[in-house]
């Protein structure tokens, strides 16, 4: 069964921001990661997604944290062309996106967690996946929720 309040936060994000729905991803190459409750990429609600080169492209993802969670971090891994690259995201702590409530983050917590990510001009046009997870530094670095998404990189006209 669905969660009705991971549903529910889906409906006001569309609501809000009107371009932002509930976007099919697929979960990360380790599977022991859980998917967020909901993933919202703006304006895109399956792969792949497009993004600008040079624009700032939002999301958003709702999850339960799975224990206390004091120091997060956000990590983008795409791969393009065969290659594994991280991502500079630009924000080291996680707190920093996390929109309905301040960290730390208590077990079982209902979390908004929200970025914009900003694709660089220095970025050919290009399909790539992207592989976005929140990390506790707590834990060494280990991911506690994960997805997985295509995008397709354009330029604007």
Do not use: W
């Amino acid at each position: 069964m669905k969660n009705p309040f991971a549903t529910f936060t889906s409906l006001l994000l569309v609501a809000c921001f009107g371009v932002i729905a509930a976007t099919e991803v697929s979960r990360c190459y380790n599977q022991e990661v859980p998917l967020p409750d909901v993933v919202a990429v703006e304006n895109c609600d399956k792969s792949p997604c497009t993004f600008y080169i040079n624009y700032e492209s939002r999301m958003s993802i709702s999850f339960r944290a799975p224990r206390y969670l004091e120091h997060i971090a956000p990590r983008a891994q795409a791969v393009v062309m065969g290659l594994n690259l991280s991502y500079p995201l630009g924000q080291d702590d996680a707190c920093d996106g996390v929109t309905n409530t301040p960290c730390p983050l208590a077990k079982g917590e209902y979390i908004e967690y929200s970025y914009g990510m900003l694709v660089l001009d220095i970025f050919p046009e290009v399909g790539l996946n992207l592989e976005f997870s929140l990390l506790d530094n707590d834990q060494g670095g280990q991911a506690f929720v994960c997805f997985n998404v295509d995008l397709q990189l354009v330029k604007k006209n």
